[in-house]
């Protein structure tokens, strides 16, 4: 009962706040979304600013990149601007006849697993999920919030729901299939744990689902690697598009050396022979014309019967190494 009483005085105090608001200090720039100090799992992030209207353009910067002012603004301005891993400070600058009037900041922090110093965000960051209702209730005014029919089917991407805001999703060299034809509800039509569109952490029944092929491969394999077995196929590959091959998240070696950062030293596996140790990339690679030598020339990233992952056995005399060498 007390409490229900405290939350009537806050309603009444926040209804009143503009009235008293607009003789004080009233925000003229407010960072509707994201929160602040929430914890952002891709390296694209959203931001909706919210304006009183008095202002003609804002300029967003994120960590030392500045963007090109958004001029003309009504009182709304979404954005989608990039992250880098880890903590980054987000500011947006309000101007009127280019005189700067407000500056409002934020904390962000890009967590990746695949980068040892910020796969843990410091404590003061939350977790932020924006679809649930209450927050895409701030939207609906302009924007189409329903989960169509048709993005279960191939479409038109320009006229689907979802690519109206995600657009920057698939602004990559590659796209992969489905997400190039706007199926996004192949991917995410569950709703788990009261979370719409989210995806189950156990990924490897909905990649298998199409990758067949890849699942009677690796199937019953004697060595699966680590973070395959985990069935979290989206941690290596992007599953809306890429600059890289394979839509990976990072070029191959540089994919592997996120986590064996110990492997860049360069004295992988000949370390006893010449003391400079074996090449892992900038050479061709003569197993696949065309192809840099990289991590997943000798090893297979996702399993594989022979041990550490080696596409040949290298119990069996020099015959892995004459694969490439005729020495
Ligand atoms: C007053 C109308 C309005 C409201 C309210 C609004 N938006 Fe937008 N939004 C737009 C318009 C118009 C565009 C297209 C802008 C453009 O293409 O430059 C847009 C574009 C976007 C984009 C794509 C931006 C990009 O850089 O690709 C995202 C994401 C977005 N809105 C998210 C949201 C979210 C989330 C909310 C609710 C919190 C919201 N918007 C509320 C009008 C609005
Ligand atoms: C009004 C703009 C808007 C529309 C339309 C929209 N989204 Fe989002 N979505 C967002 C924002 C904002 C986020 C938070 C992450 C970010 O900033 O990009 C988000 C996040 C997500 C996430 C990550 C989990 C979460 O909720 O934070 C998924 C998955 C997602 N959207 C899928 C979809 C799908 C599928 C559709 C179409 C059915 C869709 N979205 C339509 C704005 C939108
Ligand atoms: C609805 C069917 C479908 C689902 C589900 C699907 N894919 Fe694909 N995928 C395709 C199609 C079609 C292609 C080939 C066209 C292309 O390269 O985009 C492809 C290509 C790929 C490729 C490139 C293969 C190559 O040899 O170049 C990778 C990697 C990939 N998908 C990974 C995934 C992962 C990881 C998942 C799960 C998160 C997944 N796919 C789920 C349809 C699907
Ligand atoms: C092949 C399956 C697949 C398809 C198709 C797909 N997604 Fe996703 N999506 C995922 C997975 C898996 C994740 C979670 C892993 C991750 O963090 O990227 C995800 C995450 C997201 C996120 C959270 C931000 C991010 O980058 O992780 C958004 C937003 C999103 N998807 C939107 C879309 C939209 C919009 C489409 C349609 C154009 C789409 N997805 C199509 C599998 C898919
Ligand atoms: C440790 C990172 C990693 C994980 C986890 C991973 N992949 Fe891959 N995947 C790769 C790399 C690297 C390549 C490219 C290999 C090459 O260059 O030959 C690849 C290639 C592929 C290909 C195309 C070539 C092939 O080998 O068939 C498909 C399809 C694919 N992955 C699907 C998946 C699916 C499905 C999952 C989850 C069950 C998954 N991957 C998990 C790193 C990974
Ligand atoms: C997300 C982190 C992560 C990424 C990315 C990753 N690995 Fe691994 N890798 C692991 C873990 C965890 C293990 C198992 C623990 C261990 O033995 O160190 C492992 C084990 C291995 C092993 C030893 C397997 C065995 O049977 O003993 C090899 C070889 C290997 N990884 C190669 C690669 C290659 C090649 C790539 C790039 C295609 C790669 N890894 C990318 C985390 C990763
Ligand atoms: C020319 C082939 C070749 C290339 C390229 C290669 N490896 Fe290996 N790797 C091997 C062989 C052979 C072994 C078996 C153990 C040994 O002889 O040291 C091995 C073992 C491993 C192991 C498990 C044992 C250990 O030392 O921890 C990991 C992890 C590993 N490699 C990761 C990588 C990564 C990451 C890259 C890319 C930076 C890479 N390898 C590139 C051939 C290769
Ligand atoms: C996937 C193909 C491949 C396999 C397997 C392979 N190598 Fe190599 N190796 C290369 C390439 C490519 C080079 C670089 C050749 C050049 O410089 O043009 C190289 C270079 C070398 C060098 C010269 C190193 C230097 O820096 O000058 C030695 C020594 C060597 N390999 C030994 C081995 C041994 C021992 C094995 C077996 C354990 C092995 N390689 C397996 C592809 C391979």
Request: charged share 20%.
């Amino acid at each position: 009962m007390r409490s229900c009483c405290l939350y009537s005085i806050l309603f009444v105090l926040c209804l009143l706040s503009p009235v008293f608001g607009a003789q004080g200090n009233v925000s003229q720039l407010t960072i509707l979304l994201p929160p602040d100090h929430s914890v952002i799992e891709s390296p694209l992030v959203s931001i909706v600013i919210v304006t009183d209207g008095t202002l003609d353009s804002v300029q967003l910067k994120v960590n030392n990149s500045e963007y090109r002012p958004v001029e003309k603004i009504k009182r709304n301005v979404c954005k989608v601007v990039k992250l880098e891993e880890g903590l980054n400070t987000v500011s947006i600058k309000g101007f009127k006849n280019n005189v700067p009037i407000e500056e409002q900041k934020i904390s962000l922090f890009y967590r990746s697993l695949l980068s040892q110093r910020n796969s843990t965000a410091p404590d003061a960051f939350r977790p932020y999920y924006f679809h649930t209702r209450e927050r895409e209730s701030k939207c609906t005014f302009c924007h189409d919030l329903g989960q169509r029919k048709a993005n279960k089917e191939p479409q038109d991407v320009s006229q689907s729901a979802c690519v109206r805001c995600h657009e920057k999703l698939l602004d990559f060299k590659f796209i992969h299939g489905p997400a190039s034809v706007g199926e996004c509800a192949t991917c995410h039509s569950s709703t788990v744990k009261g979370l719409k569109y989210r995806v189950p952490k156990l990924e490897q029944p909905l990649c298998y689902s199409c990758h067949s092929d890849a699942a009677v491969a690796w199937k019953g394999k004697q060595f699966l690697h680590g973070p395959f077995s985990m069935g979290t196929c989206s941690l290596c590959h992007n599953p809306h598009a890429s600059d890289n091959d394979f839509f990976l998240r990072k070029q191959t070696t540089d994919l592997c050396l996120s986590c064996h950062e110990e492997k860049a030293t360069g004295t992988h596996i000949v370390s006893g022979i010449s003391g400079s140790g074996h090449p892992v990339r900038g050479k061709p690679d003569p197993l696949h014309p065309g192809k840099e030598l990289s991590c997943a020339s000798c090893h297979n990233p996702h399993a594989s019967d022979f041990s550490d992952l080696l596409f040949r056995d290298r119990s069996v005399g020099f015959e892995f190494c004459t694969a490439c060498h005729t020495f």
